[in-house]
């Protein structure tokens, strides 16, 4: 398997004069619920002790993690937004279950390190702290029953002719922030390597940070695209000053159909303007509240 690293973005040579930039989890594959609902989401459960409040966790971190503009966040960010947010959820304050301790995590999520599991275990190695200790035994849970269970999995439809069109005309390279290791793999196993670049995950940065390191200086911004299926790949265009293009959750196929009949036309022809992006970003933001059911009186 092939390994990447900063390098890879520092020194990227540009073969076109376009470039697109391209998220993978829940935008190519279709892998978001089945790693969220049997993995995160499992291992949160068992790993604090929240059986007693099961439903709950699940509900706040489907919302968190799938159905919300959180959607798509790092691991360690959604984690702290779902402990922030449980205690919000009806009954869980009067449970008596004891709910987890965010400071450590807060404290990490607010460092300035690459949120990955290298950085964290530097981190355990250096304070020793236990709940650092826990987060980290959470993470690579995570990672061994990712591998075990997320498996084969296609792209959506239309994303191969899409990224073959890409490959003709514009450097590509994968903008995750899922672990290299998954994202490596999951590519590996569908025969798409050649497709990108380079596959940045996690330990490279955030996704802002992979587009400026990949781009910087070497394309006109008009340019530069990005594709991807959460708030957070928008929130990377935006920080940079390139055009987002959504693949919206539920309509993913249909999405990359759009791109691939009329969208990457118009972005290559010069005529992906503000307009045009801003109406689909406005069809895809209404899919993703910011507020919770049951804090809308929905349950």
Known sequence: MPVFSKEDLIHFQPKHDSFVGVDSDGCVFPTMEIK????????????????????????????????????????????????????????????????????????????????????????????????????????????????????????????????????????????????????????????????????????MGTKAEHLRMATGGRYVPDRILMIGDAPGDLKAAREVGVRFFPIDPGHEEASWELFYREAYARFLGGTYDKEYEARLVARFSALLPETPRWAQGWR
């Open 36 to 203: 969220q609902k049997q993995c995160f989401h499992s291992l949160i459960i068992s790993m604090w002790g929240l059986e007693r409040i099961e439903q709950p966790l699940r509900d706040v971190a489907e919302f968190v993690n799938l159905y919300s503009k959180y959607r798509g966040q790092n691991r360690f960010l959604s984690l702290l937004r779902v402990f922030e947010m449980l205690p919000s959820y009806p009954g869980v304050a009067g449970s008596g279950v004891s709910l987890p301790d965010t400071t450590a995590l807060r404290r990490f999520c607010e460092s300035g390190l690459p949120l990955g599991n290298p950085a964290l275990e530097q981190q355990v190695a250096e304070t020793r702290d236990p709940e650092l200790t826990r987060l980290l035994q959470w993470s690579l849970a995570v990672n061994i029953r990712v591998a075990e269970t997320v498996q084969s999995l296609k792209p959506f439809r239309w994303v191969r002719e899409s990224l073959d069109e890409i490959r003709k005309h514009s450097d590509a390279i994968c903008v995750s922030q899922t672990p290299a290791e998954a994202l490596i793999r999951e590519w590996a196993e569908n025969s798409m390597l050649d497709d990108v670049a380079v596959i940045a995950g996690q330990e």
